[in-house]
């Protein structure tokens, strides 16, 4: 199957197959969240992406393989309903943002900072910290040693524009220019990033479009 990253609440995942890593994309929960399962190729290791909703479901997704680790991209309570469930159990650490772990009712084994490092078995993830949706928001990129990298977004980014910000003029600022440091300056066309909500999409067809989200304000 070819992956193209569209899912729905209630459907089949999605599963993209990489050299190192295998990652698989499911929507759970009435918010139609995203929760990606990464598994090494070489260990069997598997770390979850928000354990957003249906910890049925996910547990299902994760299968007898286990679940080392837990991130969570953001402390709204729609990215970790199923958090208490799948952590208790799959023994699994948890991860998070430093300055959004208050805000998750399960305790966060690793808080996370800028730069930090993620692994799944004999892979890495870097912790890249996006303030403004929330401000411990983190997302978590991939560079894959065989091709593009890829990049999990959370909800600091998504096709179309940055995350919602509530109206603060100051959050928005601050999320445009993380995004646009973090993310854009830095990372080729290329780099294919899933977000927390709806279809993927690449810092390529979303790079034209940045200059206007940040003239319309949102």
Known sequence: MTYHGRV?????????????????????????????LLRCRRTDEQLL???????????RLVGDSGLATIVTTHRHADH???LAEVSSATGAETCAGEDDAEGIPVPTDHPLRDGDRVTVGQSSLE??????????????????????????TGDSLFPGGVGNTFGDADSFRSLVRDVRA???????DETWFYPGHGNDSTIGAERPSLDEWEARGW
Do not use: C
Not at 131 to 141: E, W
Not at 182 to 188: N, V
């Open 8 to 36: 729905t609440q209630g459907g089949p995942p999605q599963v993209r197959e990489l050299a190192e890593l295998i990652v698989t994309k499911m929507s759970v929960g009435d918010f139609d969240n995203n929760t990606y």
């Open 49 to 59: 992406i928000d354990a957003a909703a249906e910890p049925d479901v996910i547990m």
């Open 80 to 82: 970790w309903q199923a």
């Open 127 to 152: 912790v890249i910290h996006l303030v403004g949706h929330t401000p411990g928001s983190v997302a978590l990129l991939y560079d894959d040693p065989e091709g593009s990298a890829h990049l999990f």
């Open 182 to 188: 973090k993310l854009f300056d830095r990372l080729p």
